[in-house]
């Protein structure tokens, strides 16, 4: 199947400041990937979705101006979390869904922890 | 939107018994059906999926039934192993995909 890498896989950084994540299809051109949310012991939530060239579709209650999307390329999405807080600490997996199919492929997720 | 609904939240059953969970949609224009398996701190993996014009697939010991009418899915796991202890979520889609809450399986030798 397609693969799909993200990075990173963990990371703690320090309340207020900006964190940076990175989803990459690494066989395939990606023209929509998905951002999703997971608290423990909770389901995934979809954040946003992005198409690549154009502005993400965020979800109810998802503040776009806290979490930015990027999809420069067919291959490359970036979500970065501003001014993190410890209520945003979660895991974050990306998706990708290539053009000719339904089925989207999960990158490994990033485990973010806010102090 | 979309709300895809779970059942059970968790299931315990002896090994060499079948599992069965349960989802309903509420969008009748959803048309892709997946089933994931998530083990702890990983992505979820897809077991098996299922599309609208199709009422069943099986794949081994894993099959999936979807009846378009009652907008519902169900995933059928038989001659249960301890390795298939994890967590199971069923999502549908349209253009992107909503997950149900999940299910807890253990499978106790």
């Known amino acids: 199947g397609a693969v799909v890498s993200q990075h990173p896989s963990r990371v703690i950084c320090k309340s207020g400041t900006s964190v940076k994540i990175e989803c990459r299809s690494l066989?395939?051109?990606?023209?929509?990937m998905f951002w999703y949310r997971q608290f423990p012991k909770q389901s995934l939530m979809l954040m946003a979705t992005?198409?690549?060239?154009?502005?993400?579709?965020?979800e109810q209650g998802v503040e776009k101006d806290k979490f930015l999307i990027n999809h420069a390329s067919l291959t490359l999405s970036t979500l970065t979390v501003t001014s993190a807080h410890p209520e945003d600490s979660s895991f974050y997996i990306c998706?990708?869904?290539?053009?000719?199919?339904?089925?989207?492929?999960f990158g490994p997720g990033t485990r973010l922890t806010v102090l | 939107g979309e709300n895809v609904e779970q059942h059970p939240s968790t299931l315990s059953v002896q090994e060499g018994d079948s599992a069965v969970i349960k989802c309903t949609y509420s969008?009748?224009?959803?048309?892709?059906f997946p089933w994931y398996k998530q083990e702890l701190g990983k992505r979820p993996q897809l077991i098996i999926d299922?599309?609208?014009?199709?009422g069943e697939k099986k794949d081994q010991r894993i099959a999936v039934t979807l009846n378009k009418t009652a907008k519902h899915f169900s995933l059928h796991i038989t001659e249960t192993q301890p390795e298939d202890s994890a967590v199971y979520f069923c999502?549908?889609?349209?253009?992107?995909?909503?997950f149900g809450a999940g299910t807890r399986l253990t499978v106790k030798p």
């Open positions: 992005s198409n690549e060239g154009s502005k993400a579709t965020y």
């Open positions: 299922i599309r609208s014009n199709v």
């Open positions: 998706s990708a869904r290539s053009l000719q199919g339904d089925e989207q492929f």
């Open positions: 066989d395939f051109q990606a023209t929509t």
């Open positions: 969008d009748s224009a959803s048309n892709y």
């Open positions: 999502a549908a889609s349209i253009h992107d995909m909503r």
